[in-house]
């Protein structure tokens, strides 16, 4: 199913004028949703939509939607009322589902995605005048200066490899990308484990890290860059 990425951004600019932001992300989340259940009729592999919030991340059933449905609402709700337009996203994910979401309310979004068969699976659905996706390490020199010459960024999320050493080096890399009063995301941050660095992150730096989280072990942590 390939959606007409330019004409659906269009049209919620437009009902953006009369919507509030409540209406407008829960259009563009009724979009990707309606994306991901035709993504899940034709994946064997894969068996919900979104992670269950109830469910543990090592035991939880494969999902085209990589996120708890409740905080991706709450975050997309803080992008909008902090008026960020432009994002860059460390982690395109299987599916591109939330690169997806984003491309839909964001005026432009670069997302760096190491795995080639996921940015070949999303190619055919980029809207190339406001999306951009990099394939390659997210750590590589090569690829932080092409996301150098991007930006500057109203928001960075990353989302990416979840190990300590690749979230340390992602928050280190990417964070003086965002502007000043922009918004600087990690995902998973309220999990801790082999191949889960992030809360090990945020407690050894110094920034007020705020959460939206529904759920014991997913979570998404920002701040406000000053």
Not at 65 to 94: A, C, P, T, W, Y
Not at 118 to 141: A, F, M, P, Q
Not at 182 to 202: C, K, Q, S, W
Request: glycine share 6%; charged share 25%.
């Amino acid at each position: 199913m390939k959606i007409e990425k330019e004409y659906v951004a269009n049209f919620l600019s437009v009902i953006s004028q009369q919507a509030d932001t409540f209406e407008k992300i829960n259009l563009a989340m009724t979009l990707m949703e309606s994306r991901a259940e035709h993504i899940l009729s034709k994946e064997d592999s894969y068996e919900d939509l979104y992670i269950d919030p109830e469910v543990d991340i090592l035991n939880s059933s494969p999902q085209v939607i990589q996120q708890v449905e409740r905080e991706l609402f709450g975050f997309l709700e803080l992008l909008l009322n902090n008026d960020v337009k432009s994002i860059l996203q460390i982690g395109l994910g299987h599916f591109a589902s939330t690169h997806f979401v984003l491309s839909l309310l964001m005026d432009s979004i670069c997302t760096i995605e190491y795995d080639d068969l996921h940015v070949k699976r999303y190619s055919e659905e980029i809207n190339n005048k406001k999306e951009t996706v990099l394939c390659g390490d997210s750590t590589s020199e090569g690829i932080i200066k092409q996301a150098q010459e991007l930006g500057p960024f109203d928001c960075v999320f990353i989302d990416g490899n979840h190990s300590y050493e690749y979230v340390k080096l992602d928050l280190e890399n990417y964070a003086p990308l965002v502007k000043t009063g922009g918004i600087v995301a990690l995902h998973d941050a309220n999990f801790e484990g082999d191949r889960y660095g992030t809360p090990r992150v945020m407690r050894e730096s110094s920034y007020n890290w705020k959460k939206i989280s529904h759920s014991n072990e997913v979570g998404i942590a920002y701040f406000v860059k000053v």
